[in-house]
């Protein structure tokens, strides 16, 4: 098994995103060559054909560039991490190996997958805890920015000059001024996190009372990490009709009930692309301590490349699948939302017309 | 509460604001705290610096950090001006180039029909998921392969095809309408004229937005020029910085504050021409 699995299927691997490149080639040629044989017979190029070609013109460098620089590497680092990677002199794949109960050596892809549960085994306690502080800060982000794009997106003296210092943390969060602040404790909020929260939570249950605390500690963090996001929104929000605001003042709607009811349903698709873009983030993200991990083991002696692949494969698994269940919540809400309001509106029309008082009516219609 | 699409900056002050003042004001000096942080810090005397409890303010500013800085600068076998020009040369290419790229294939994903488009945009989400430090050691083999080890190539094409920048204006070309797509098209627009007079005017936003992002993860990468560089000559401004600043000398902590204050600032001076673009664009989005 083992070695079927060397011998043939994973070499198969480092191709996979030059096939994908050579799909596209082939197919930009066979309809480019379509599209000339037709027109030397003097015959109308065929629409679809025509759509193909400039769909593939317009996407090529970019599919170039991905497949080239970063696909490969994906699919690179999937091989490596069931090989054990040497880069003594030029680049060694060594198989990895084991000895079953009856001594004999057999191929043992999964090891490293494996080791990584073996030596490290805060992996799992630390990849929990980022999804539990992923789920209680990516509302608090999406919230914070939501209100803060509002303010910033009405009628205020200086609106650039507070555009600007929202977004700034963004662009200096990446540097190491971050940890000097962190150190020196500007990101945290001083008394509060202490005293009132602290108490509170003292009588919670340490999983749930530990992110809780976190979240509060760094708050200041996640507000400075938010600055993306409130221009997202504030672009989306230039896309709200002014003629709709207008409409609902007219019909005595209140501030409060616009913004349900216009705002926030314009928005939505802002929201689900904040929210991927804060899972994206959030999980990519320099301060993450498992980016740290894993660089760390890319450099470690006794750990290695292929050690390190094992383990962002691992994560980027769970990073697909909290996405996903990011995509499904907000997705969800939508069409359910749509679909109860039609079929409350359907149902309703309908017992309207046979409620018993309707059928007696009608009844006696007939019976007249 | 303030919303409306308001396109206008009020001329006078009205007490309606005062409200939005209180809450934008306080959580304004939260966030403005990093950067009076780092314009504080680079001015702040050696003294000072090492003070324990740290200090947020400066009390005697200085300019010797920056003095320091230039002085170390000055004493090295390469000018900085060569590092200045490579980083200006990387960044304006990369950004350009990228964003260019991005609305592109944003444009042809969101509003083209052709095969294989399900799975190209799968890819897009699998890149962006995906961590990347993971795949410096792939990326290396990629460039020695291709021999551009050593060029400003090796600078610009791994960073140009990012798929966060692709993603964020895929989603915005989605709100695009069709209608005014299928108009143009009745009007006798080829696709290019299409991504030319209607995708780019009315994603600015997004394009902005993208640009930042982009200008931000080049101005400040130190990858490139660690890994796929040897030659000094070829080296980035943010490298140099970092080289300057870890020596780990007592007068290294003071350039490393300078030295950031002087990289933030063209982000600072970006964002500020950007902003403007962000807004006031959606104002001629020609549906009504």
């Not at chain 1, 379509?34 to 400039?54: E, G, H, N």
């Not at chain 1, 926030?264 to 320099?286: F, Q």
């Not at chain 2, 780092?38 to 740290?54: G, Q, R, S, T, V």
């Not at chain 2, 080829?190 to 931000?216: D, E, H």
Request: net charge positive; aromatic share 12%; charged share 10%.
């Amino acid at each position: 098994m083992g070695n079927w699995l060397y011998e043939k299927v994973l070499p198969l691997l480092e191709y996979v995103p030059y096939v994908l490149l050579g799909c596209v080639c082939a197919a930009l040629i066979a309809a480019l060559i379509y599209a000339l044989v037709r027109r030397s017979q003097k015959k109308p190029v065929q629409r679809f054909i025509r759509d193909t070609l400039w769909g593939y013109f317009f996407i090529f460098p970019w599919l170039v560039g991905i497949c080239i620089f970063f696909l490969s590497g994906v699919a690179d680092s999937l091989l490596y991490s069931f090989y054990n990677l040497k880069l003594d002199n030029g680049l060694q794949l060594i198989p990895l190996t084991g000895e079953d109960a009856m001594g004999n050596t057999v191929y043992t892809p999964l090891a490293n997958y494996i080791s990584v549960f073996n030596k490290e085994l805060n992996y799992p306690v630390t990849l929990a805890n980022f999804a539990v502080s992923l789920i209680l800060q990516l509302p608090v982000i999406i919230a914070f920015s939501l209100i803060i794009a509002l303010m910033l997106n009405g009628k205020i003296r200086g609106r650039g000059f507070f555009r600007t210092v929202f977004f700034l943390p963004v662009i200096i969060a990446t540097g190491p001024v971050m940890n000097q602040l962190t150190a020196q404790g500007v990101s945290s909020v001083p008394m509060v996190s202490q005293n009132v929260i602290t108490s509170v939570l003292a009588g919670m249950p340490e999983f749930i009372s530990t992110p809780i605390s976190d979240l509060f500690s760094q708050l200041i963090l996640i507000l400075w990490n938010s600055g993306i996001q409130i221009l997202i929104f504030l672009a989306g929000l230039q896309k709200v009709p002014t003629a709709m605001y207008e409409a609902a003042k007219i019909d005595g709607a209140s501030g409060w009930e616009t913004f349900w009811k216009i705002t926030l349903p314009t928005l939505r698709s802002m929201i689900l692309l904040n929210s991927i873009y804060t899972v994206v983030t959030l999980a990519t993200g320099s301060t993450n301590p498992i980016i740290d991990l894993i660089y760390n083991a890319t450099y470690a002696v006794t750990k290695g490349y292929s050690y390190a692949a094992a383990m962002t494969w691992m994560y980027t698994v769970i990073v697909a699948i909290l996405l996903l269940i990011t995509f499904l919540i907000i997705r969800e809400k939508k069409e359910k939302k749509s679909k109860d309001i039609w079929r409350r509106d359907v149902e309703s029309a309908k017992r309207g017309m046979q409620s018993k008082k309707v059928r007696k009516l009608l009844e006696r219609g007939k019976a007249a | 509460m303030a919303i409306g699409g308001t396109r206008v900056n009020p001329s006078k002050f009205h007490k309606n604001q005062i409200p939005l003042y209180l809450y934008l004001v306080p959580i304004a000096v939260f966030m403005g705290a990093p950067i009076i942080y780092i314009i504080n810090h680079a001015f702040k005397p050696m003294d000072e610096l090492f003070a324990f409890p740290p200090r947020f303010f400066v009390s005697h500013p200085s300019m010797v950090n920056f003095r320091n800085l230039f002085q170390t600068a000055a004493g090295s076998s390469i000018p900085i001006s060569r590092y200045i020009f490579n980083s200006l040369v990387v960044t304006l290419a990369v950004v350009l180039l990228s964003v260019l790229i991005s609305t592109m294939a944003g444009f042809a994903l969101s509003k083209m029909n052709f095969r294989l488009k399900g799975p190209i945009f799968e890819v897009n989400n699998i890149a962006l998921m995906f961590v990347a430090t993971a795949v410096t050691i792939p990326r290396y083999l990629t460039i020695n392969t291709l021999g551009i080890l050593d060029t400003y190539f090796a600078h610009i094409l791994p960073l140009i095809a990012m798929p966060v920048c692709l993603f964020l204006i895929k989603q915005f070309i989605d709100g695009v309408p069709n209608s005014l797509i299928e108009a143009a098209q009745l009007e006798g627009a080829g696709s290019f004229t299409i991504y030319r007079k209607i995708i780019i005017p009315l994603t600015k936003p997004a394009i902005a937005t993208g640009a930042i992002l982009a200008f931000q993860s080049v101005w400040t990468n130190v990858e490139t020029s660690n890994l796929f560089t040897s030659a000094e000559g070829i080296r980035t401004l943010p490298f140099y910085m970092n080289t300057l600043t870890s020596v780990g000398s007592v007068q290294g902590q003071g350039m490393a504050a300078a030295a950031a204050l002087i990289m933030f600032v063209p982000n600072l001076l970006l964002f500020i021409v950007m902003q403007s673009s962000v807004m006031n664009t959606m104002a001629y989005s020609g549906i009504k």
